[in-house]
Every structure is written in C-alpha cells, then in structure tokens.
C-alpha cells in the first residue's frame, strides 16, 4: 500500500494545511503538493546514509537545492477554505 493513498481524502477532509511525515520516499515526499499537501518534509532518513547516521554520498546541499525547486514547481498549493 502506498502511504499516499489516502492523502488527498485526508486533505479533503480538513480545512488546515497538511503535512505528510514519516515512512515516505523521497519521491513521495516530493509528490506531496500534488495531493493537496503543501507541506513537505524531508526527515534524517532520506538526507542521511542509514548504516553510518552520516551525511550520504554526494552533495547534500545540491540535493536539497533540487528537493525544493521540484516542490516550489508545484506552485501555491490551495488549502482548503483559502481565498
């Protein structure tokens, strides 16, 4: 089951911003605005190597610099109840 199958009920549901946390991969993570959620989180387990709890290979600045212009490329994500 992807955890994302019942996001856009979730968002639906509520009228406050929503944020997905937790057991997702990167690309989920990534995908959340397209759900409706606007919030993205990216947790020490998708910015870290999990067998050293150390800084993965490659630049992790880059990385993150191309985590956030993908979720800026969603735009304004409307919440529920926004003007």
């Not at 009920?9 to 406050?16: L, P, R, T, Y």
């Not at 998708?46 to 956030?68: H, M, P, T, Y």
Request: hydrophobic fraction near 45%.
């Amino acid at each position: 089951m992807n955890p994302l199958d019942q996001l856009r009920e979730v968002v639906d549901a509520v009228s406050v911003p929503v944020q997905a946390v937790g057991g997702l991969t990167l690309e989920q993570a990534i995908a959340c605005p397209s759900y409706g959620a606007p919030l993205v989180v990216i947790g020490a387990p998708l910015a870290i190597d999990a067998d050293s709890f150390s800084q993965g290979a490659g630049n992790v600045e880059e990385v993150l610099r191309k985590i956030c212009d993908a979720v800026h490329g969603f735009g304004d994500v409307k919440v529920k109840g926004e003007k």
